[in-house]
Structures are given as structure tokens and as C-alpha cells.
């Protein structure tokens, strides 16, 4: 067998390796559900489930609506079907696995090309792998600021139709048609699962769950205690409104103080592989000194991911 059918063999051998790891990692890493996401279980989980046992004709996949949490205790396809929901796209878990083969193999392929060294050819098959899940969740993270930045005019909205007289339900209709999107496209669809016979409850924990911000779900927890409890359903969404600005604008504040830092992480994150590109163009025997010692590039790698792991878990403030 010639040798470039063996290399071919070995790296997809490593890529379907690779893939393999990737799936047991993302069952076995836990996440932590948010202390809005337990004052919402303590308070309304066994009234969700009992109202829910009565619609399952309707609805047979509410025990993901009505889960003990956002993260914990579900599957791969689940975790991932909540990425793409919270990106605002549409799930599709076999193409994201073979997205990630697809993009390990290459990078295994390329770094065979440049070293011809296995365990090279291995760390680089390996720190590509979280590519896909960080592009998701970047774009998740993205779609969330939007909805947060229109949340407190929804909310101004609602309540302007509930002092006009209207219905919490025809409040969430006027917010899904004059709202501009994403957030129309979430109100309208929670919406209409009430429309089809969802109960108010789980729909409001459903619109929660997929949008994965704290701002949905106070929004969710005011109006069903305000279902449960009564009162003037106009105040509490004016008054909801107020803090929601004033959560913007604390977050406008904490991202303009933390701006300095946050580049300063980005070019000691970025400034490796700069200059290891711009030495291997001007001087590649220097570089190749590098490329012969693949357990320093690996361990630089990590060092990179802790790095990056601990200053966002510095900059970024639980508020």
C-alpha cells in the first residue's frame, strides 16, 4: 500500500476519532442552569408539567419545555438543537458533526502538508474541533444583545395595549407584527403555540428556554405570577420595562470600561499565531524548529484556551 493511501487512511481514522471524542465530551460536560432558571422550576415546574401532560396530542415533545434546565441532564442532540435555536437557525445536528470532520481532516491534511509529523498533524485536527460550537454560540450571543435591545420596547408596547383594554394574548399579537425582528419572530411563535392549545405557562417557558436570556425569562416569571396572583398586569410591565433599560445601560457601561481590557486580551490571544505565520514566510528554518517540537505547540494551544477561558470569566460580570 502506498504510502499516501496510509496517510489518507490514518487521518480519517483520526477524524472520526476526533469526531467521537467531540460527542462523548459534550454528554459528559455539565452546565449550570442560572438562578432565574431555578426560582422558575421551584415555582412553576409541577404546574407546567400537569397542564402539560394534557396537551401531549398536541405537543409531544414538551419534557424539553418542561426540563429541569437549560443544559443539564439532556443529550447531544438536544444540547445542540439549543445552540442553533438560541443562533436562530435551524437545527442540524448531522451537518454540524460532519461540518467538524470535515474541518478537522483539513486541518489534519494541511498541517501533514507543511510538517509531515503525526502528533502535529493531531494537535491541529484537535484545536479545530471547537470551531463550529464557538461560531454557534457566537452567533447566539449575537442574536441575544439584539433581543435584549428590544425587549424594553416590546414590554412599553404591552403594556400601552393592556391599558387600551386588550388581552395579555393580543398584547404578544401586537408585539409579533409591529416589532421589528428577531424578536417578532419569537413572540409570534410562542403566539401561536398558544393559539394551537399550548398552556401559557409552558409557551412563556418554551419562549425562555429557546431564547437562553435572563431578560425573556423575568419577562416570563412577572407574567405568571401576575397570572397566579393578579394586579395590574400595565404597571408590572411598565416597571419591567424601567429595569430592563436599566440593565442596558449598565451593560453599555461595564462593556465601555472593560473595552481596554478586552483588546488587550484579544492582541496576547491573537499575537502567537501572527508572528509564527510572519516567521515561517521570512524565516521558515527558524519556524521549523518550532513545527519539530509538536507537544510545545500543543501545550501552547491550551495555555491559549485557559487563557481565554479565564479572562472572560474575569471581564464577564453576573448582573
Known sequence: MSPSIVSILTLSTIGVSVAGVLSLLMDIVPRYKSRVDKRLDSEFKQKIAARAHQSTQLFRDLGKITSASTFGNKSLNERLELLFEQAGMEPQCKGYLLTTLVLSVLSGVAAFCISSRPLLT?????????????????????????????????????????????????????????????????????????????PTEAALRDLARRTGIVELKMLAVVLLIQRQTGGNSAELLNNLSDVLRKRLRFAGKLKALSAESRMQASLLLVLPFALFAAMYFLSRGYAELLLANPGIIGMTLLSEAVGAIWIWHIINVDY
Open 122 to 198: 493531531i494537535v491541529s485536527m484537535l484545536a479545530v474541533v471547537p470551531a463550529p460550537c464557538l461560531f454557534l454560540i457566537a452567533k447566539g450571543r449575537q442574536r441575544r444583545n439584539v433581543l435584549c435591545a428590544q425587549l424594553p420596547e416590546a414590554c412599553e408596547m404591552m403594556s400601552g395595549a393592556v391599558r387600551a383594554g386588550q388581552t395579555l394574548h393580543r398584547a404578544f399579537q401586537l408585539v409579533a407584527t409591529e416589532s421589528p425582528a428577531p424578536l417578532a419572530e419569537e413572540f409570534s411563535y410562542c403566539n401561536d403555540q398558544q393559539t394551537m392549545g399550548m
